[in-house]
C-alpha cells in the first residue's frame, strides 16, 4: 500500500507544481491590471484636477456629492456683486437620466430644460444655458 503511495506521489506533486505556477501567472496577471487601472485613474484624477483649475477663473465650480449629486456653482454672474453664487444641483440615475435636485436662484423653465437635457444628453449646453439664463435675471 505504501509502495502504491509512494508511485503516485511524482504524479502529485507534478499537478500541484502546475496547479502553483498557474495561480502564480494569474497573480502576475492580475498585478499587472491593477496597476494599469490605477496608472489610469490616477491619470483621470489629474485631468480632472486640470480641468477644475481651468474653470474656476471663469467663475464655474463642480462639487460633487458621495450620493451622486454635482452642483455647479457660478459665479461672476452678477457684475454688482461677483462673488455672489447662482447653483443648481443635478444627479442622475442608473441609465443616465438628470433630475433637477436644487437651483438657486429658482429658474422658471428648469423642468423644460432638465427634460430637453434628458432627450440629447448635452449637459455642456445645458450648464451654458443655465448661466446665461442666471446671468438674464441680473
Known sequence: MLARQAQSLPAEIASMRADADSMTEALRSSESTTERAEVDASYRVGEMQRGVEAFAPLGIRFDT??????RIVFTRVD???PEREFSFT?????????TLVAC????????DRVAALNEDQDFGRFVRGMRRTFKSMV
Open 90 to 98: 443635478v444627479q442622475a440615475d442608473e441609465e443616465g437620466a438628470f
Open 79 to 81: 457684475e454688482a456683486s
Open 104 to 111: 438657486e436662484p429658482a429658474v422658471a423653465d428648469a423642468a
Open 65 to 70: 456629492g458621495d450620493d451622486g449629486r454635482v
